[in-house]
């Protein structure tokens, strides 16, 4: 998916974050099962919130996000 501007009715915004979250003591917990979960579970909640999940990569003991949204604050 590209990121693309975010059109409201007082601004335009292209704001991308990359997250990493590694998982505790790096032991390798994510299995296909998990990462299918939780791509699941991220396109359910992310149109809720004005989160659009770009990219989601898993590896064995950690998972990178690449979200943009709107700013809130």
């Known amino acids: 998916m590209e990121a693309k501007h ?11 974050y990359h ?12 299995t296909q099962e998990v990462s299918q979960s939780l791509t699941h579970i ?4 992310g149109p809720a919130y004005e989160i659009h999940f770009l990219e989601i990569g898993i ?9 943009q ?4 604050m």
Not at 6 to 16: A, D, E, G, V
Not at 59 to 67: A, C, S
Not at 69 to 72: A, D, G, N, V
Request: glycine fraction near 0%; charged fraction near 30%.
């Open 19 to 30: 997250i990493v979250c590694p998982v505790k003591y790096r032991r390798k917990v994510f």
């Open 69 to 72: 949204t709107i700013p809130t």
């Open 59 to 67: 590896d064995k003991d950690r998972v990178y996000f690449l979200v």
């Open 6 to 16: 975010i059109h409201k009715s007082h601004n335009k915004t292209l704001l991308i």
């Open 42 to 45: 991220c396109s359910e909640f």
